[in-house]
Structures are given as structure tokens and as C-alpha cells.
């Protein structure tokens, strides 16, 4: 069964222990296909002809360029640079010759003009994303599999310092479309029980660090606060930051 492949993964992130299992399964993933893509060993086509094609997000630049393999992605730049001109020329041809607007019978007239539509294809998708994306519903599948099948995973869940916003919520969607209404309602029983612990427990932690600040609690202990500003922003939007 495809899920059986992913359990591995799964259950390493979840000994991890971080603010969201997701979050760090995500995390691997986009090491993983940083480091194929910018690594040694060439792409495959298929693979290349993608990048060539779509290229990849501002974020995705931005991490490639900070690895220091410049020629890698100066190599890869450099095709999809040639694939954007080319196809740029031939859909501002046509939007030259049609007033921008789209020919057929049953377009209207207020469309946006192809070569438009072009560039914001460009613009929101991303190769590495897009991997990340196929994977991470391979990792929903998986946890739902492991969720109805395996105890010990189960607890292990149920011990673990719930999600952040953005996966709860697919959780919690994805949990509707593949539970029967009896396992929904303990599903979300389960997840609030933990979800909701876990916020008291990062607000009394940002508390505490708020009172650091004030001189008569300087030489008291940090307790749990010392990195409880990193965790609170990935809890609230899943962005890892320097401690
Ligand atoms: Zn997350
Ligand atoms: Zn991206």
C-alpha cells in the first residue's frame, strides 16, 4: 500500500517532538529536494524539463541562492530563463495583433489577455512546492492510516505537542472527508484536547518571557521561555526562525 511506503518518515518526525508534525515532515521534504536538486548528480529530464518550464517561488530562490551552489542554479536559471523568453514573444505576438484579448466563440471580452495569464502561471508556481505538495498528501494519507490503524502511533499523537494553525486546519478537513461522522467527533475530540493544551502551555511559556524582561525577574530561571517566541510564531504560522 503507497501509505506503508511513508510510515517511516512519519513516525521519525513525530519522535522529533517539534510544535508541528507536519511542520516537520515539511521541513525535511524541502531539504531533501533542495539538496537533489542543487546537488552533484544531474536531474533527470523529466525533472529539468519542469524547472525549465515553471522555475521556482521567491522563498525557493532565495534558499537556493544561500546554499552557495551558484553554477547549479545559475545552470538552471539559465534554461528556464530561454523557455520564459521564448514563450513570452509568441503570447505578446498574439496579444499584439489581438488587442490583448482572446479569440474564440465563447470568450468574453474582458478576459485576461493570455500573455497575462502566462506571467502569473509563472509567478505562483514553484517546482520545489510543488513536490513538496504531492509528498505532504502522501504524509496526510499516512498519518490518517497509522491514525486508524496503529495504537501505538495514536498515543504517540495524543502525547505530542499538537500542530501549527495552517495544518491543524487541513487536518481537521481532511479528517472530515475521510472519517465516518463517530470517528470525526473523537478525532477532534483527541486533536482539541491536545491542541488546546499545548496553546496554554506556549502562552504561559510567552508570559514568562514577557516577565524576563522586568529587572526583578532577571536572575530567576527561564524555565520553558528561553526559545518560546521561535515555537509561538511556528505554532502561529508555521515559519521556523533563528533562536
Ligand atoms: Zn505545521
Ligand atoms: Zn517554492
Known sequence: MKEELYTIPVNEAIEQDGECLLCTLNKKLESDILNYI????????????????????????????????????????????????SDLKSLLDGDKTSSGRRRGLFKKSSEVPESAEYLHNIESSCYACNRMKLRMNSYIDTFFYLWKREQEFRGKVLNSKGFCISHLRMLIDEARKRLSDDKYAEFIKSVSEIQLKNLEELEKDIDWFIQKFDYRFKDEPWKNSKDALPRAILKLSGLEVDE
Open 38 to 85: 542543487l546537488g552533484p548528480s544531474y536531474m533527470e529530464e523529466d525533472i529539468r524539463g519542469e524547472t525549465d518550464k515553471i522555475g521556482f517561488c521567491r522563498e525557493h530562490y532565495r534558499q537556493m541562492y544561500a546554499a552557495q551552489n551558484r553554477l547549479g542554479v545559475a545552470l538552471m536559471i539559465d534554461t528556464h530563463l530561454k523557455n520564459l523568453r
